[in-house]
């Protein structure tokens, strides 16, 4: 079995001082490719630190790429580790050099002599293309290992992941096939609920039923080899049938793109007025390319369930039509939420203290709940149901 890993290097990394995104891209690209990781280490700014790792790695793994220190200032340090670590000296790759040389004259700068830097890589390795930094990458065999080392910038590394990488190892290894992996996404039912209520089911060999729980929602997987899909797509009607009420969207679309694909497909628009969500809805669906008509954050104000609902007809009146969205403050541990169409004014009061969560970890909820009103009213169910663990105490309809 090929052995996969990934190294991440800086201080900042490795001291929690930035979320390691790349490494988790990194892991669900390769996973679906057919190459999940075996390993991922983290090393900081520390040339001797790096040095072993890569010593150490080349003889265990067949494939580890190495991600930051590329850069141009004194604490990038993976070149030289690499050098150093392969018994070579760097050497100056005079194509990048005037590579970096046109790209910030393209720009109307003069590059600093520190970028001169990053065209010297490990003699005998070989160059990487990094076709949107000034950073290029290589890649370097040493004793069982290929090494490929690439910039920490998430922009630049995935492109030359997808471009670069893996078209390499593709020809350098033979793969196997890549995983099935059929995934839905519950809202308002817990992970031991879900996991109790799949538990009778008889999976085959090498598949896992899998849970990942990202407050407020819960992902339900059913992973294994391409050779037994026919059999795991006879058992997920039984899971999609077990997620029931809660399940709110399948693959890995999104709640916002799914609404985003809805609205533009009924050619409908959408405003969005917030309180308590404090943009954090609007983003989410335009993001995911959502056709918005309007949109306004406002300050918190006790409202009541007629006048947030009047609110919501005012806000689509105002939009030639538009379906209305609306959150409410956070009063008495409760949240208000209104939607207007065609159809007339829906709102609701849910109970929602979490006291024990943070505030983003709380409008995240918020903001899932005014989706799944959205997603209800576009699939023709009633929008006061079917929140789960969230509890409606109060409902108006106009």
Not at 265 to 273: E, G, M, N, P
Request: with cysteine; net charge negative.
């Amino acid at each position: 079995m090929l052995t996969v890993e990934m190294l991440s290097t800086g201080d900042e990394v490795l001291h929690g001082q930035i979320v390691d995104t790349n490494a988790a891209w990194l892991a669900d690209y390769l996973f679906t490719q057919g190459l999940p990781f075996t390993r991922r280490n983290t090393v900081g700014d520390d040339l001797d630190s790096l040095i072993a790792i890569l010593q150490e790695r080349s003889t265990e793994a067949d494939v580890v790429i190495v991600n930051g220190g590329l850069g141009p200032t004194s604490d990038d340090l993976s070149a030289l580790a690499a050098a150093r670590a392969a018994g070579v000296e760097l050497e100056l790759q005079a194509s990048w050099l005037e590579h970096m040389t046109r790209f910030f004259e393209s720009r109307g700068r003069v590059m600093a002599p520190s970028n001169r830097k990053q065209a010297m890589i490990p003699a005998g390795s070989e160059m990487l293309d990094n076709p949107v930094g000034t950073a290029c990458g290589f890649a370097l065999t040493l004793n069982r290992c290929t090494f490929f080392f690439t910039p920490g910038v998430p922009s630049e590394f995935k492109v030359m992941v997808e471009k670069e990488i893996l078209p390499r190892i593709q020809q350098r290894f033979e793969l196997p096939a890549p995983p099935v992996c059929l995934r839905l996404t519950t809202f308002g039912r817990s992970e031991s609920d879900l996991a109790q209520s799949l538990s009778h089911l008889n999976l085959p060999d090498g598949v896992v039923m899998g849970y990942r729980s990202s407050m407020p929602i819960i992902e339900l997987k059913l992973t294994g080899p391409a050779s037994q899909r026919a059999q795991m797509e006879a058992l997920w009607p039984e899971v999609r049938q077990v997620a029931g009420e809660s399940l709110i969207f399948e693959g890995t679309v999104g709640l916002p793109g799914l609404l985003a694909e809805s609205l533009r497909a009924r050619d409908l628009r959408l405003c969005v007025s917030e309180q308590f969500t404090a943009g954090l809805l609007s983003l989410e669906l335009n993001q995911a390319g959502a056709p918005l008509a309007d949109g306004e954050v406002l300050a918190p104000r006790a409202e009541s369930l007629a006048e947030i609902a009047a609110r919501a007809r005012a806000l689509s009146q105002a939009a030639d039509g538009a379906l209305a969205l609306v959150t409410g403050a956070h009063q008495d541990d409760s949240l208000l939420f209104a939607l207007h169409s065609d159809a007339g004014s829906r709102a609701i009061r849910v109970q929602l203290s979490l006291a024990n969560h943070r505030l983003p970890v709380r409008q995240a909820v918020a903001s899932m709940i005014a989706q799944n009103m959205l997603r209800r009213l576009l699939n023709g169910d009633d929008v006061s149901q079917g929140h789960g663990w969230v509890r409606v105490t109060e409902r108006l309809t106009l």
